[in-house]
């Protein structure tokens, strides 16, 4: 059963300005105002070295965060975990669930790892990922490097034995399950159903990714008169919670088709949205590739209008979670408004830093 929001969100007030008072590290020292972030020095870095050392950077910026309780806000519950506030990572930032403790500690209300592939695998050749710091934009082609099951695993038992089991961690963690580059589209299910049971005793909730533009031929899973089959068998492989990302890029149709699906098969909700292969003129990306951050922002708020109209009833009891083109504690808001029960985000903290969770709370914490 859900906690409705309305019973369930404690909305502990809006803009309530910077804090005042606060211990070291903490919510009145804003870390990220310092001389040297604020120059934002991982942008000097070609974006493949920063994307790259961006995990050895993580610790230190997390012995700067807040102290935990500073970082509650618009508490929510929902089947049985609790969220501290609703503002999450997206999937791919930590493919490999290495870097749990820092998101922790930076203040994620949520975790999304993955996507996570049966087998490990590398990326796409090439170049795989760039950025436009003007446009607040990101572009990839990575095609889900990943380390693999039996890795993710590990994380994910170390993690668990110091911070809970599902239900009972101050972070919730979704995982995201996809499919090898080598597994056929007619395969597919068993890839992700595999992924979905190895993992069942250590994640609160698994997101299916069929939505990534980056393996070939994986969106054509949207496609109505394959999508019921292939969700079955999912449905069938969890008790936990089963959500379904949502490319931008779908059409009217498909998405009423992907909405009926979903209720149909007994899925538990939506992320929306994956990353788009639309170019709006502000960017000068490749046409292959997904493209995330500002652009994207325009095109992820409507789909969070559709999906919550298509849904109508079948809304009761189930999660909408927003991603796409969130950059900063108003849009965090403007998706909460709209009616999300949760965000997340991706590229803003590539492009400014992983301070969000703290200025979201800065704002948005409830008065000592
Ligand atoms: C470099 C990069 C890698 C990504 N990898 C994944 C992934 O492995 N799985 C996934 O579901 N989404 C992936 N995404 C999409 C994000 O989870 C998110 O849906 C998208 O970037 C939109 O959010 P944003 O505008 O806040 O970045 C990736 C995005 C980027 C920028």
Known sequence: ??????????????????????SAGALGVAPESSMLWSCRPWLWLPPAWAHALAPSLLPL????????????????????????NPLGTAGGLDKDAESLDEWAALGAGFLEIGTITPKAQGPNPGRIVDRDVRAGA???RMGFPSQG??????????????????????????????????????????????????LDDLADAFTINISSPNTQGLRDLFQPERLRDFLSPLREATRRPLLLKLSPDLDAESLASAIDSLLSVGLDG??????????????????EGGLSGAPLATLSLHMLDEVLRLLG???????VVSAGGVMNTDDVLQRLDR??????????????????????????????
């Open 1 to 22: 059963m859900m906690d409705r929001p309305s019973d369930s969100v404690r909305d502990f007030g809006r803009d309530l300005g910077p804090a005042t008072s606060g």
């Open 138 to 140: 990101l572009w990839n």
């Open 313 to 319: 009833r079948g809304r009761e009891g189930r999660l």
């Open 149 to 198: 099951l039996r890795v993710a695993r590990a994380n994910l038992q170390d993690w668990s034995a110091a911070a809970g089991g599902p239900g009972e961690r101050l972070t919730p963690v979704f995982v995201n399950a996809g499919k090898n580059r080598d597994t056929s589209l007619d395969q597919a299910a068993a890839d992700y159903a595999l992924v979905i049971r190895e």
């Open 61 to 84: 910026a997390a012995l700067l965060a807040p102290d935990a309780d500073d970082l509650r806000w618009r508490e929510f519950s929902w089947r049985g975990m609790k969220f501290r």
């Open 339 to 368: 009616g999300a029960d949760l965000v997340q985000v991706y590229s803003t903290l590539v492009l400014n830093g992983p301070w969000l969770f703290s200025q979201a709370a800065r704002r948005l914490r409830p008065l000592p």
């Open 270 to 287: 939506v992320v929306a949205t994956n990353t788009t292969l639309a170019r709006p003129p502000q960017v000068n990306f490749p046409p």
